[in-house]
């Protein structure tokens, strides 16, 4: 892994190496709710602003409505490419590969426990 690097106020990039042992990470945190994040999508595919207004709207850049969109988008076609009520079909595989190995752990310790009482 690479060195990390902090921007000082000055503008100076400064190499991990030289950081105080205090230096503490922070996650960042999203300045959009979820709600807000589908607004935002579904402003830019309805088309009634233009993507130019879009941005200044929310105050957000080209690369992140564009990474919106394309989220949204992908969301999309996975819900309408599932029948309503069905779940995800590897799901759906993983939920019966859990039953049968549930019902093999059960078998075992039938056959466990009899073979004790022997």
């Given at each position: 892994?690479?060195?990390?690097w902090?921007?000082?106020?000055?503008?100076?990039?400064?190499?991990?190496?030289?950081?105080?042992?205090?230096?503490?990470?922070?996650?960042?945190?999203?300045?959009?709710?979820?709600?807000?994040?589908?607004?935002?999508a579904?402003d830019?595919l309805?088309?009634?602003?233009s993507?130019?207004?879009?941005?200044?709207?929310?105050?957000?850049?080209?690369?992140y409505a564009?990474?919106?969109?394309d989220?949204?988008?992908?969301?999309?076609?996975?819900?309408?490419?599932?029948?309503?009520?069905?779940g995800?079909?590897?799901?759906?595989?993983?939920?019966?590969?859990i039953?049968?190995?549930?019902?093999?752990?059960?078998?075992q310790?039938?056959?466990?426990?009899?073979?004790?009482?022997?």
């Open positions: 892994m690479g060195c990390l902090r921007k000082e106020p000055g503008g100076q990039l400064e190499p991990q190496a030289t950081w105080p042992k205090e230096t503490v990470f922070v996650a960042r945190v999203s300045k959009f709710t979820d709600e807000q994040k589908m607004q935002i579904l830019l309805g088309g009634k602003l993507h130019a207004k879009v941005f200044r709207k929310y105050d957000i850049s080209s690369t564009y990474k919106l969109k989220r949204a988008l992908d969301l999309l076609r996975e819900g309408i490419s599932r029948p309503v009520g069905r995800d079909p590897q799901s759906e595989r993983l939920a019966r590969r039953a049968k190995l549930e019902q093999l752990a059960g078998d310790a039938l056959a466990i426990q009899s073979l004790g009482s022997v």
